[in-house]
Each structure stands twice: as C-alpha cells, then as structure tokens.
C-alpha cells in the first residue's frame, strides 16, 4: 500500500490535491535567535494560520512544511493550524545544515547540535530519524512525511556526512521519500555520490533550491539520475527575476524533464508573509506566478496548464508517496 503521511495521518496519494512542496509555517531557529535575525523567526502562529488560509481560499489542498529538527520545528503548533484550517501538511524529520549546529538543541541547553551528531554514531542518528518517521516528533505523535538532510555552501562537512548516510539508512529502513537541502544550489552532485555509496534510489529523492544555482547544465545533470528537482525561490527577486526562474523550468521541460519539477516560495521569513509583513504570502504562486507562468510556457509553444498540474499535483504526488 503507498500513502503519503500527513501531520494527522496517513492519505492516498490521490488525496494530496494543489500542493507546495517546501514550505515553512512556525519555526524558530535557535542559530537565529542566538543571532538575532528576528525576520527569519516565524514565532506566531495565528499570523502563519492567517495566510494558510489565504493559501487554501486560492485553492490549495496540502503544504510541505520543509522545517527540519535543527530549524526551530514546533510541531504541535503546526499541526494545530491543519487541523483549524484543513490544508494537509507533511512534516519533516532528519535535520537540515551545519551552519545551524552551533546552537543548542531544545532538551539540552548545554548541549549543541554539533556535539550530539559528533557523540552519536550515524546508526544512533538513523534511530533517531526512523523515530520520528514511525513512532513522533519530538515527544507528539506527529509522523515525518520526508526526510530531509543539507549541507554548506560549496562545502560538505564530516558531520553533514554523517546526517546524509542516517537519512539514506532511515529511507531504507521506512521508505519515506528524503529531501536534500543545497545552500544556493551547491553540492547536488556531491550528496548524489554519498546517496549512491548507500544505495538509495534517486527517484525517491528531490534536491531543493535547484533555482538559487540557475545553471541548466547542471540542473539537466541532477535530472539524469530520476531525481526531482525543487524550484522553491519563486518571488525572491533579490536572487534573480522571475525571468530566470522560468527559463531554466522550460529548459527541463524542453529535455523531457516536466515530471521531476516541484514548484514553492520556502517562506522562512516574516517579509515572506503576508500576515507579518505584507509579503508576497502564501497565495503569492497561485494567484501571481502561475498565470504569469502559463502565458511564458504557452508562448514557449509548451501546454502552461498542463506543466502547472504537474508541477503542483501530479509530481508532488510521486514525490511524497511513501512506496512499499
Ligand atoms: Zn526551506
């Protein structure tokens, strides 16, 4: 039986409807409280509600909160929005980059990310993430939909290698589809070696922030191995104009490639929000960027509507589904 899990159970694939594939809701960072980047501490929850309503009145169904255990996760309060809102939301197990690891984890304040993925053995960290996908995060009875790992920019740490071999180990273990985090697109290949050195299949694995790094040969090179690819920077012009976003999505498509794109903004700002800031928010790609979109793909000669169901229904379907 495959089924995609949810914050408050287990779904057909069938069921996800319009989703966004990486996204985040509630999350307060420690390495950016300790830093005191307030923007990019989403801290309240009935703000964060506010516009995942504004995303399901624009007809969304089911949102991919990307927020990993060592970025501020507060499961219960997400939760708590799905079930006030009904938009399905996935949660996240495993653990996102090393910058973040200096900070402490939220049991102990003596002790720092860094030092526990350093202390533990990859076997203790796959337990970990195989706990979190079956049994609940952190102490709820919240199941991972995904399992994330990251690494740094142009750079991969002995440590981060660690957490890509426990997240490889706990796919295995719980066929949970994993998402990788790349710091500006970098390292896509170097992950794909060590996803291979542990025998995981590509296909069950989506490479996040593919636009921060707009280079189509590399994005063709990344297609190759059946992986999906996450273009989840859509409204953040400071990394370059929707233009580009969107050249390099068709050129996938020109290559046959249309079946492994997922489309999202990864709101992990209050500027990002509507509700805080009168940011683009959650109804931003729906309402703005999809229309925008089918009219360039159209005059690209492509079926705008057809790529748009793909992109946010037929492959975030395939992505998330956790397949015995
Ligand atoms: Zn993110």
């Not at 990019?40 to 399901?56: A, C, G, H, N």
């Not at 209050?270 to 793909?297: M, Q, V």
Request: aromatic share 10%; charged share 25%.
């Amino acid at each position: 039986m495959s089924f995609v899990r949810t914050m408050l159970g287990d779904i057909s694939p069938d069921d996800m409807g319009f989703t966004y594939s990486h996204e985040h809701i509630v999350c307060r960072p420690q390495h950016w409280v300790d830093h005191n980047q307030e923007d990019l501490l989403l801290d309240d929850p009935e703000k964060s509600k506010e516009d995942v309503l504004l995303f399901k009145n624009a007809g969304g169904r089911t949102i991919v909160d990307a927020t990993a255990y060592d970025y501020g996760r507060d499961v219960p309060a997400v939760k708590k929005i799905s079930e006030e809102t009904g938009v399905q939301i996935i949660a996240t197990a495993g653990l996102n980059k090393g910058i973040l690891w200096d900070s402490h984890i939220p049991e102990n304040p003596n002790l720092t990310y860094g030092q526990w993925i350093d202390q533990s053995s990859v076997e203790e960290l796959t337990d970990f993430i195989v706990n979190e996908v079956t049994v609940g995060i952190q102490g709820t009875d919240v199941k991972g939909g995904q399992i994330k790992f990251g690494t740094s920019y142009n750079s991969i740490t002995p440590l981060e290698i660690k957490t890509i071999r426990a997240a490889a180990r706990a796919h295995h273990l719980t066929k949970a589809p994993i998402h990788s985090h790349t710091e500006t697109g970098t390292m896509a290949f170097e992950q794909i070696q060590v996803l291979k050195e542990e025998g995981v299949n590509l296909e069950y694995v989506s490479f996040g922030h593919m636009d921060r790094n707009p280079d189509p040969y590399y994005h063709l090179k990344i297609a190759d191995t059946g992986a999906f690819l996450s273009f989840d920077g859509i409204g953040k012009v400071k990394y370059g104009p929707e233009s580009m976003r969107i050249a390099c999505i068709l050129e996938l498509v020109k290559h046959g490639y249309q079946k492994q794109i997922l489309i999202s903004g990864d709101t992990a700002r209050k500027s990002y929000y509507y509700s805080y800031k009168y940011g683009p928010g959650l109804a931003f790609i729906i309402e703005k960027w999809i229309p925008r979109f089918i009219d360039e793909a159209d005059k690209a000669g492509f079926s705008g509507k057809q790529l748009v169901e793909d992109f946010f229904i037929n492959n975030p379907k395939k992505c998330f589904t956790f397949k015995k």
